[in-house]
Every structure is written in structure tokens, then in C-alpha cells.
């Protein structure tokens, strides 16, 4: 079965501090995966995904396939990337891409 | 248009009523999926259109819960009989279409809060 997997429910850090948001995976296939992030008083949005492999916001995750984890890094946090930060992964299909989502974890950036 | 758009953005009604969710996709996306957030959880799928049809209704919890885009464009959500247990953040998220990266990042409404009570 499709899991994904986010262990903390709240990290917190001081400004400047490197974050590391944490998921894990299950799935028996190729899975596409994704990072979305929810910001206060608004909509779920994408931040990134595994294969475009690039930096958003100073934000990047690697997928590894041997730990089958896709932790979501930054090196010096801000205050502006407080919110909710939900992994996700679907299967890469011309059928639909059905996305399973974590059960996120807050980001609280201390001043 | 702007961005996919909900309504209501807020729904109470009793239990054992009937109700309707409306979701309006991005202009020209062919997928529009349905989700349900409930409190402290991610987001869970439950339905998934192509175009008019429903290609995978897997998701959807029983019977009560229904779903038709008639057009291939707006949305209706439609639960009878609802159920305390309902109660959730449903949203809704349209992508150009299926497939590879792309055409297929999901953009989300801001979802429809329901509450039974």
C-alpha cells in the first residue's frame, strides 16, 4: 500500500537555524514525490517535486530510493517559511495522478 | 480565471441532510480530483475526473458520497444523509492533464469547511 510518512508534527527552530522536515515513504513502483506547503490563511500549494530537482526558496529535498525518504532541507531558516508542510507522493501515470499526502508538520521560525 | 475557486467556504447543516460542494477547476485543465482534510490529517483522495468522467472513484468513503462533472469543467461533490463524521475540509484540485511532469501539478481551491452537526 501507498504511505507517506512525516514523524513530527511540529518543529521548531530559531531564524537563521538549518531545518530538516522529514519523510518517508512506501510504495512498489516508481513514485513521483512532492512537497506542498500551506501558509497561513491560504491555499495548498506546491513548493517541489523530486525530478525537477531544483531549489525553491532556498528549500530542496532528495529522493532516496535505498531509504525510501524525501526529507525536505534548508540550511538557514526564516520566519516567512512558518506553515504547514505536507510530503506527498503519486504515481506517475497518464491515468491520474492521484497524490497521498503525510500528515504534515508545522514549521514554527523563532526571531 | 484566477485559480480553482469553492463554494461554499463554509457549510453547517444538521445530520442526515443532504449536500452539495461546487468546485470550479483552472480554465482548460482536463483532471480535477477531489480531496478530504480532516482535522489534523493530510489531505485523502477521493474521486478523480477526466474530462466528464470519473476515472477512479476508489477514494470515496460509501455510497452516500457522489460526485459529476457533467461538462467536463464545474464540479458538484454531493453527499446524502451526512454524518457527524463528515465533517471536514474538502478541497478540490485541477491539473492541465495526466501524465508526466509538467501538465500534471495539482493546483488547489481553498477548500469547502463542512460541518455537521
Known amino acids: 500500500a501507498q504511505r507517506v510518512t512525516q514523524p513530527e508534527k511540529l518543529l521548531s527552530v530559531f531564524k537563521g537555524a538549518p531545518v530538516e522536515l522529514k519523510c518517508n515513504y512506501s510504495?512498489?513502483?516508481?513514485?513521483?514525490l512532492f512537497w506542498y506547503v500551506q501558509y497561513s490563511r491560504q491555499r495548498l500549494q506546491l513548493l517541489l517535486r523530486?525530478?525537477s530537482r531544483e531549489s525553491i526558496k532556498g528549500f530542496t529535498a532528495d529522493l532516496n530510493k535505498g531509504e525510501t525518504s524525501f526529507h525536505l532541507k534548508k540550511p538557514f531558516a526564516q520566519e516567512e517559511d512558518s506553515a504547514m508542510y505536507y510530503c506527498?507522493?503519486?504515481?506517475?501515470?497518464?491515468?491520474?495522478?492521484?497524490?497521498?499526502f503525510g500528515a504534515g508538520t508545522i514549521l514554527r521560525v523563532k526571531s | 480565471g484566477a485559480g480553482v475557486s469553492q463554494t461554499p467556504s463554509n457549510k453547517v447543516t444538521e445530520k442526515g441532510k443532504y449536500v452539495e460542494l461546487r468546485c470550479d477547476p483552472i480554465?482548460?485543465?482536463?483532471?480535477l480530483y477531489w480531496y478530504r482534510q480532516s482535522l489534523g490529517q493530510g489531505p485523502e483522495f477521493l474521486i478523480y475526473?477526466?474530462?466528464?468522467?470519473?476515472?477512479?472513484d476508489s477514494g470515496l468513503p460509501n455510497d452516500r458520497f457522489f460526485a459529476v462533472r457533467p461538462e467536463g469543467s464545474v464540479s458538484t461533490l454531493k453527499i446524502q444523509r451526512t454524518e457527524r463524521g463528515d465533517s471536514a475540509v474538502y478541497l478540490c484540485?485541477?491539473?492541465?492533464?495526466?501524465?508526466?511532469?509538467?501538465?500534471?501539478?495539482?493546483?488547489f481551491g481553498p477548500g469547502t469547511r463542512l460541518t455537521v452537526l
Open positions: 523530486h525530478i
Open positions: 506527498a507522493l503519486s504515481q506517475v501515470s497518464e491515468y491520474g495522478n492521484k497524490l497521498v
Open positions: 510504495y512498489s513502483g516508481s513514485p513521483e
Open positions: 484540485a485541477s491539473s492541465l492533464r495526466p501524465g508526466l511532469a509538467g501538465t500534471n501539478e495539482q493546483f
Open positions: 480554465s482548460g485543465h482536463t483532471a
Open positions: 475526473f477526466q474530462g466528464t468522467g470519473a476515472a477512479d
